[in-house]
């Protein structure tokens, strides 16, 4: 290690419970739903809502994240793939002649957790789930929920980040200097760009950012603002970043060529964000 140049080889694993592995990017995972369920019940009980609503939408937005995240990975960059393993999409296990399931009583396949998941099919499974939620429990206005929920939903993107990290994967670029991180798990003896750490920083300064947007001033109470700053914001880092991280492929960007698909699919996002902060100001 040099002060610019960091050699990265540790276990993705952060304990074992007997046969089961505990991995750090599932941990990271449940810092942020836990953080998440505390925080929104802060703003719950700040905007006199009944802390009872809570619960489901903790319920909702797991769903719809972990759902969506999943669905926008195999469609939007491995649809080659799952297209013939469809069995593979919601069961955390896949082929393998060599390994076995439930201790050698199914051969051929064994667990590999959820590990592909995408940032982009997250945002759309929160927002379907979310209006299934305002319709549920009669709320005036999805977005007045939206404004809420992208506080907790930034710092957990951070997390999820980082778990990256821990992971050694959704890496940046080579930057052909001493400067970076060098992914020895992945067997390389360059650095590369810490792209995940670029974006989970990035993250990091937002949430700071739509916090104290609520706490500390009345922009609140326009509704679809904090909403319109979060779209804006967050897919900007991710066009940035996008920059600097290692191509992840996907049918986009090779029918439309020049960025990527973490880009082009951001794009939409940050005009929605952009129209919702300039209807929300003139309303």
């Known amino acids: ?71 926008g990975e195999v469609i939007f960059y491995n649809w080659d793939y799952y297209q013939n393993n469809l069995f593979e999409i919601f069961l955390p296990i896949k082929k393998d002649i060599n390994d076995s399931l439930f201790f050698g009583i199914i051969d051929g396949w064994k667990f590999v957790g959820y ?65 970076g991180v060098v992914f020895l798990n992945n067997g390389e003896i360059f650095p590369r760009h810490p792209a995940q750490l670029y974006e989970a920083f ?19 109470n326009k509704t679809g603002f904090l909403f319109g700053v979060f779209l804006t914001s967050l ?4 066009v940035l970043v996008e920059y600097v991280k290692e191509s992840q492929g996907g049918y986009i960007e090779e029918l439309l060529g020049i960025l990527s698909t973490g880009q082009w699919l951001s794009i939409p996002l940050i005009l929605t964000g952009i129209f919702f902060m300039l209807k929300s100001k003139k309303a």
């Open 235 to 238: 897919f900007s880092i991710r």
């Open 115 to 179: 590990r592909g998941l995408a940032s982009h099919g997250a945002a759309i499974g929160i927002l379907v789930a979310m209006f299934i939620y305002k319709s549920k429990f009669k709320f005036n206005s999805v977005l007045w929920i939206f404004d809420r929920i992208a506080i907790p939903i930034t710092i957990g993107g951070m997390f999820v980040r980082i778990g990256n990290f821990f992971n050694s994967e959704i890496v940046g670029n080579y930057t052909e200097s001493n400067f």
């Open 1 to 71: 290690m040099t002060l610019l140049k960091i050699d990265w080889s540790p276990s993705a694993i952060f304990f074992n419970l007997g046969p089961l592995a505990i991995h750090w990017y599932s941990v990271m995972f449940i810092i942020a739903f836990s953080l998440g369920y505390y925080l929104i019940k802060k703003i719950y009980i700040n905007d006199n809502k009944s802390i009872e609503l809570v619960e489901p939408l903790f319920i909702y937005i797991v769903m719809g994240t972990l759902i969506g995240a999943r669905l």
């Open 202 to 220: 990035g993250y990091l300064l937002l949430f700071i950012l739509l916090r104290q947007l609520y706490w500390k001033t009345e922009l609140k």
